[in-house]
């Protein structure tokens, strides 16, 4: 299947600094791409859909001034956590549908994030 | 109603056993069914992946649909140890539409 890499796995930050997390789809071009949040022991929430060259579409309830979410390229998007406080720690994981894999979606190892 | 509903277990079998894991959805437009498997702080791995009723088979993996009960199922033959993990099922209305998650299925084979 598609690769789909994500970085950093792991970063713990001081509250109130923002966290930037990339995810990259390494043999595949993603004219779309996912950002999800998933708690412990709870499904994946979706957070955006990011479409390259446009901005993002935001689910109900997420800050989108909070959680910036750009799609430069055919290949990468970022997801910022901005003046990130400790309830924003989780696990992010992003997914991308490429453009030759019909209706498949492929996720990143995910980013675990914990403000301190 | 969720749209999606999944029973969260956790679910204990021993290697070998025969596990049934199922879903159940609100939507009839639903067209695209997917069963992911995600070990502990890793990101989901695509299992199956069905956009019709009926079966699909995959090694020890078959997948079942039945649009007229909207009920899905993954069936692991032969379950082995590493097959402990959560098992999510998913959820599309078109192929380019945005995936809605089952709860998901945790998942311990014991040897």
């Known amino acids: 299947g598609a690769v789909v890499s994500q970085h950093p796995s792991r970063v713990i930050c001081k509250s109130g600094t923002s966290v930037k997390i990339e995810c990259r789809s390494l043999?595949?071009?993603?004219?779309?791409m996912f950002w999800y949040r998933q708690f412990p022991k709870k499904s994946l929430m979706l957070m955006a859909t990011?479409?390259?060259?446009?901005?993002?579409?935001?689910e109900q309830g997420v800050e989108k001034d909070k959680f910036l979410i750009n799609h430069a390229s055919l290949t990468l998007s970022t997801l910022t956590v901005t003046s990130a406080h400790p309830e924003d720690s989780s696990f992010y994981i992003c997914?991308?549908?490429?453009?030759?894999?019909?209706?498949?979606?492929?996720f990143g190892e995910g980013s675990r994030l914990t403000v301190l | 109603q969720k749209e999606v509903e999944q029973d969260p277990g956790p679910l204990s079998v021993p290697e070998g056993a025969i596990v049934s894991l199922n879903c159940t959805y609100s939507?009839?437009?639903?067209?695209?069914f997917m069963w992911y498997r995600q070990y502990s702080r890793k990101g989901p791995e695509l299992l199956m992946y069905?956009?019709?009723?009926g079966n699909k088979e995959d090694g020890r993996f078959t997948a079942q649909v039945d649009k007229s009960s909207k009920y899905i199922s993954l069936f692991i033959r032969d379950s082995q140890p590493s097959d402990s993990a959560t098992y999510l099922c998913?959820?599309?209305?078109?192929?380019?539409?945005?995936?809605?998650f089952g709860q998901g299925t945790e998942l311990s084979v014991k040897p």
């Open positions: 990011s479409n390259e060259g446009s901005k993002a579409t935001y």
């Open positions: 043999d595949f071009q993603a004219t779309t």
């Open positions: 998913a959820i599309c209305q078109n192929q380019g539409g945005k995936l809605i």
């Open positions: 069905t956009y019709s009723s």
């Open positions: 997914s991308a549908r490429g453009t030759t894999h019909t209706g498949e979606l492929f």
């Open positions: 939507n009839s437009a639903f067209q695209y």
